[in-house]
């Protein structure tokens, strides 16, 4: 050893570190902790599952409402109106009570999936603005996706409408413009869940002529409410 080379001398017992060789075992999972992950797993897919299920339900009474449960209007229509008994009237030689008789053709569609009830309902008829008659229509129900055929009849005198001075004139061209105003009110009830009351109102214009009791010409405007 080299003359002035000083030598560490060694630490003290004391103040060595010791590292033992230690090995660490893994801890082992039970049973209990599997099944309680393997249940807390089934919940959040039942969870999932349920969730889903609910989101399509939903879709699916959504895209009912608006569609095949929507209240849809019935449809009035008149077809054919006719006068019976001025065949034989003498223009220039009016008589007062002459019994007329007036026929309308008229017909309520359902377009709903549900029945739709009617209560007592009225047709009006007007010539010139003047009020010739009122005919009744009975209350009724017209079923899902059906079509009711009815004929509404009133009887007037002649003396009703022989004060309009245009009628000597109509008469003697044979034909005669009448207007017939048409209210039904109802409602209409979709398995107990959508109730809908439905007032339908249709007013039609139509030319007779007289020869032949045909409508030449009909324009009708159709109002509803809910």
Same mark, same amino acid.
């Given at each position: 050893?080299?003359?002035?080379?000083?030598?560490?001398?060694?630490?003290?017992?004391?103040?060595?570190?010791?590292?033992?060789?230690?090995?660490?075992?893994?801890?082992?999972?039970?049973?209990?902790?599997?099944?309680?992950?393997?249940?807390?797993?089934?919940?959040?897919?039942?969870?999932?599952?349920?969730?889903?299920?609910?989101v399509?339900?939903?879709?699916?009474?959504?895209?009912?409402?608006?569609?095949?449960?929507? *209240? @849809?209007? =019935?449809? $009035?229509?008149?077809?054919n109106?006719?006068?019976?008994?001025? %065949?034989?009237?003498?223009?220039?030689? !009016?008589?007062?009570?002459?019994?007329?008789?007036?026929?309308?053709?008229?017909? *309520? @569609?359902? =377009?709903? $999936?549900?029945?739709?009830?009617?209560?007592?309902?009225?047709? %009006?008829?007007?010539?010139?603005?003047? !009020?010739?008659?009122?005919?009744?229509?009975?209350?009724?129900?017209?079923?899902?996706? @059906?079509?009711?055929?009815?004929?509404?009849?009133?009887?007037?005198?002649?003396?009703?409408?022989?004060?309009?001075?245009?009628?000597?004139?109509?008469?003697?061209?044979?034909?005669?413009t009448?207007?017939?105003?048409?209210?039904?009110?109802?409602r209409?009830?979709?398995?107990?869940?959508?109730?809908?009351?439905?007032?339908?109102?249709?007013?039609?214009?139509?030319?007779?002529?007289?020869?032949?009791?045909?409508?030449?010409?009909?324009?009708?405007?159709k109002?509803?409410?809910?």
């Amino acid at each position: 050893m080299v003359e002035g080379e000083q030598e560490n001398p060694l630490a003290p017992e004391s103040h060595r570190i010791s590292i033992a060789n230690e090995t660490v075992t893994p801890r082992t999972t039970t049973d209990e902790e599997v099944e309680k992950k393997r249940l807390r797993r089934r919940c959040v897919q039942c969870c999932g599952c349920t969730s889903a299920v609910l989101v399509i339900i939903g879709i699916i009474l959504l895209v009912l409402f608006l569609t095949v449960f929507k *209240v @849809k209007d =019935p449809k $009035i229509n008149l077809k054919n109106v006719t006068i019976r008994g001025l %065949e034989g009237v003498d223009p220039t030689n !009016l008589v007062p009570n002459t019994n007329l008789t007036l026929i309308a053709d008229v017909s *309520v @569609k359902n =377009p709903n $999936i549900a029945s739709f009830k009617y209560k007592n309902a009225t047709t %009006e008829i007007y010539y010139e603005n003047v !009020l010739i008659g009122e005919a009744q229509i009975p209350q009724g129900n017209a079923k899902a996706k @059906k079509t009711i055929e009815m004929k509404v009849t009133t009887d007037f005198l002649l003396d009703k409408i022989s004060r309009v001075p245009r009628l000597a004139g109509d008469l003697t061209i044979g034909s005669l413009t009448l207007v017939t105003k048409t209210s039904i009110r109802g409602r209409v009830e979709i398995i107990e869940i959508v109730k809908k009351t439905v007032g339908v109102k249709l007013d039609c214009s139509s030319t007779i002529i007289i020869a032949n009791q045909t409508v030449q010409d009909q324009k009708c405007t159709k109002s509803v409410k809910f």
